[in-house]
């Protein structure tokens, strides 16, 4: 053999063998050991099959000259090497989906009561054969005609899709389900308690896919070589070996990587099934050395007869595992039924001190992958086994990280907020920073493409077009149902996902897939902000609102400061042609990995949540302010409709002006040595510390007076950009940046007090006004085409006009000042020791002699401690009621035993008279 054959040959003949290895494995274990075969162990059969098929048609093909020079195969060969290129091509997709379908129905047996798990697995189940479908069709039909895919001299009126090119655009698909069945199972992993070695083995066994998405990659890589090695210009070719293309010498190496991938797959899909016959021959392997007893007795099962809640209780094993961590005293378990009763005797073995569990939550993973035991134990049927997977609410993640969910954001003085604001403002600076790299790729995808500038506002409009569906779609589901935490995750995963798509669009050079893309990235950002802003704006006393979502603001502007920068001068600063485009996939590559890994480290971050109780509660303690009625409407409703107004005019400005600036400049200063772009980085450097600024700012001014003085400086400053050229001009529009910057989150935080249990839908509501950032830069450059650049300014002089109705409105009307104006220490306080002296209730503003902002307010309960009301400290209640109860107690039984002396000393008295009578 010459060239690549032999290293194609090899290593695709090794992998099919240790595949083949491991389906037989996985099938005598099953067979012979857990003697029960599922419906997921006859899924990885057929994808077995089908990798036969997938890897001899490669075999065949480098006997044909797969890894030859196109001048070193045989004429007579081509027909053969055609017909066998055909078949791989087919079968590789329907080969892996019929491997990740096994492995997602696999998991469905894990658990029987944990409906997000059930409803992610089914999410990507469909993912994986919709797409797995749809490509398999799209390799078929190659060709048109199809018959055309086995000529070597292809007919001119025959078409044919470039393979390696439909690969490459295929592969974000690959990468997101390897991911997502890489992470769907560990949340049921870490709330296990398993001995030390059983854990080491059971993560282990489940992140045996991690190598499966770095082949993946690294298959990726090959085909990026192989289509960048034949031109500079991806474009569709012919599959077949003409016009020069060297077909057979460059796809080698990528059609051996897809088959190391696929084989991989099945062997990582197989290795969780042979656990059982690994106890069975290797005992000692899985079971840690003092592990006397069975993880798993017949006399230890036991089922869950309400749900089908499989859980199985620790051996006497875990006894020794954390003896140095301190302990909550044993729940007592009822004793209804048998399970229970077996349940405690097991529990019961355990060594005092231990955690017991009493609840059914996450599953024993390791009692699903089957026992050797002689009777059968299988998760689909027959006797079902319990696994203690439930514990007390501070329940670790594998005893080191704690789960414990923390205090309500409500609840928090300033210093207790300070952490969970620094993780949530990483995610601004995140956004800001995708914010900057779109920006810029964007402006190099239409150089690139040759697009015009309608189509570019098109990019543009189709990132802020993400704002109108993301919040209402999904935002504001996930954060009403299960919180701000969940909804941090899922915008995360979205963006993730749109970052990843950008692959097919630039391999593509798809303007509609670049649109794609672009509104994706937009709906994760926005589903990202559904959650961040109010967050920023509740975690800690509301009087603090607008200057930590000031602050957090500002980080995110440092992020499209920073990130345009580092996109023009290094990551794009070569990207003049299609094949340097497809260069830039692997910084995306790192943002999209990243951001999954930040999801997954939210998963387990302590992240305080707000019940809609707990801000209807802090809310009714203004309800007066609040309900006040302005117009027939109450106030805090009429503030929020106008709020959602201003957010939506307020950000139509904003993105105008960024859309329009560097034309501006241009018309300005035409001579300036300053690029363009040089401007448009003071303009955000500006825009950064002018956030930093407002927050200070609010130390010493109400809100509602900045945000008068913001509207004010844009208005004019817009005015004087149409009436100013030259370096006027352009300083106008710089001090436009500056009176723009604390607008946004000023806006957010007023409009959002007082909403009470309505706080999460009026923060969807404020959030999807962002989406006015997708119409009027269509406007402006209508405009501009009209009547000239100065004249296209009346567009932001219009929209910001129409938004300073709300600060307007919120410094004229008394009711309204008095609802948006902070009071001090405005949150739900902790219980603290009563004082001796009576106090009132908290006064409202109309007592509050504060006059401007933060600092001239009072400040702690040393200055007014009469804002805090008198309650007792949690123990202070418990005790006081064991208290009463013990004193009760003690009055009945004294009680009693008062009456018996009381009769003794009746009677004794009487005969005391009755002897006196006696003796007179």
Known sequence: MQGRQLPTLGVSITFFSLATIFVALRFISRIFVVRKIGLHDWLMLVAWIIDFGFSFSLFFAVQKGLGLHSSDVRSEDELAFNKANYAFTVLYNPALMAVKTSILVFYMTLTRNQKVFRCANYVTLFVVNAAGLALTFVNVFQCNPVGAVFLSDIPAHAKCTDIVTLYLSSSPVNII???????????????????????????????????????????????????????????????????????????????????????????????????????????????????????????????????????????????????????????????????????????????????????????????????????????????????????????????????????????????????????????????????????????????????????????????????????????????????????????????????????????????????????IVGFGLAVLETAANPFIALCGPLENSEIRLNISQGVQAVGSVLSPLLAKRVLFKDVQDVASLVDVQWAYLGIALFDVLLAVAFYYLPIPEASDEDLEELANRRREDNMTKVIGIPVVWLTLGLGIWSQFFYVAGQEVLATALQRFVLTARPDSSLAPFDFLTIGHSIFAVGRFFAAFAQWFLKPRWILMVSYIGMIVCSVLCMKTTGTAAIVMAMLLYLFESGAFSIIFAISLRGTAQHTKTAAVLLTMAISGGTFFPFAEYAAYLAHGESYSFCVIIAVFSAGAIFPIYLNLVPAVKKQVDPVPNEYLRRHRRRTRTAVDSMHREKDNPSTGGVLSRPRSLASNPDHLPDLLLPEEVQQNSLARELSKAKSTSSSSSRVKPHLSRNSGSKQRINTRVNDS
């Open 177 to 519: 389900t390897d991911l997502a069945i890489l992470l769907l199972p560990m949340p049921l992993l870490t709330t296990m308690r398993l001995p030390f070695k059983q854990k080491i083995i059971l993560v282990i066994t489940f992140s045996f896919g991690f190598f499966v998405a770095v082949v993946d990659v690294v298959r990726i890589a090959f085909l990026q070589q192989a289509a960048t090695s034949r031109s500079m210009e991806v474009k569709s070719i012919h599959i077949q070996n003409i016009g020069g293309v060297d077909f057979s010498w460059y796809a080698s190496l990528s059609f051996m990587w897809s088959a190391v991938e696929v084989n991989l797959s099945i062997i990582c899909g197989c290795v969780p099934s042979l656990k059982p016959l690994v106890t069975r021959l290797v005992p000692k392997l899985i079971r840690d050395t003092n592990d006397e007893t069975s993880t798993s007795s017949p006399q230890g099962l036991s089922a869950d007869a309400a749900g089908g809640n499989q859980v199985a209780v620790p051996p006497p094993a875990v006894v020794p595992d954390l003896p140095e961590l301190p302990l909550p005293l044993p729940l007592p378990l009822p004793s209804d039924n048998e399970g229970n009763k077996c349940l405690q005797n097991q529990i019961g073995s355990v060594s005092p001190g231990r955690r017991s569990s009493r609840d059914s939550q996450p599953i024993g993973i390791l009692d699903f992958l089957g026992y050797p035991e002689p009777a059968p134990v299988d998760a689909e049927g027959g006797t079902q086994t319990h696994t203690s997977a439930s514990y007390p609410p501070d329940i670790t993640f594998f005893d080191f990280v704690n789960m414990k969910n923390p205090e309500s954001m409500l609840k928090l003085n300033n210093r207790e907020s300070i952490a969970p604001i620094a993780l949530t403002t990483l995610l601004f600076f995140l956004w800001g920073f995708a914010y900057g790299l779109l920006d810029i790729l964007n402006s190099q995808f239409q150089t690139i493409v040759h697009l015009g500038e309608w189509h570019s506002l098109g990019l543009h409009g189709a990132y802020f077009g993400g704002y109108v569906l993301g919040p209402l779609v999904v935002g504001q589901p996930v954060l009403k149902i299960w919180g701000f935490k969940a909804t941090f995750i899922t915008g995360l995963c979205i963006y993730a996902c749109g970052t990843l798509i950008f692959w097919p669009s630039a391999v593509l050079t798809s303007t509609p897939a670049f649109i794609l893309s672009n509104f």
